[in-house]
């Protein structure tokens, strides 16, 4: 069992920065990929950047540029640095974690709102 806990979110002006942190308890030597991923209003849930174990990363079109993820495997975090926020990147982002068993665990979400 993998437990989740984000936090970082808030309200933060359109061009604004906030970076997002995601601490992992439990089994986490077996954890391979972490992520981030969004859901806004309306919207269904989508993968904004993720990176393996190794260090590889990946980042959806719509954030490349400006978001960076990383991962400190020592503190057992993850963190999402968000610089140039646009209204659009308002959503609930919630961390997520695929182990070496192949399974998924949720956090349980943080709220960021872009708007002035």
């Known amino acids: 069992q993998v437990q989740l806990v984000e936090s970082g979110g808030g309200l933060v002006q359109p061009g604004g920065s906030l970076r997002l942190s995601c601490a992992a308890s439990?089994?986490?030597?077996?954890?391979?990929?972490m992520g981030w991923h969004r859901q806004a209003p309306g919207k269904e849930r989508e993968l904004v950047a993720a990176?393996?174990?190794?260090?590889?990363?990946y980042y959806a079109d719509s954030v490349k540029g400006r978001f960076t993820i990383s991962r400190d495997n020592a503190n057992n975090t993850l963190y999402l640095q968000m610089n140039s926020l646009k209204p659009e990147d308002t959503a609930v982002y919630y961390c997520?974690?695929?182990?070496?068993?192949?399974?998924?665990?949720w956090g349980k979400g943080t709220l960021v709102t872009v708007s002035s």
């Open positions: 439990g089994t986490i030597f077996s954890i391979n990929v």
């Open positions: 997520k974690c695929r182990t070496a068993y192949d399974m998924e665990y």
């Open positions: 990176v393996s174990r190794g260090g590889s990363t």
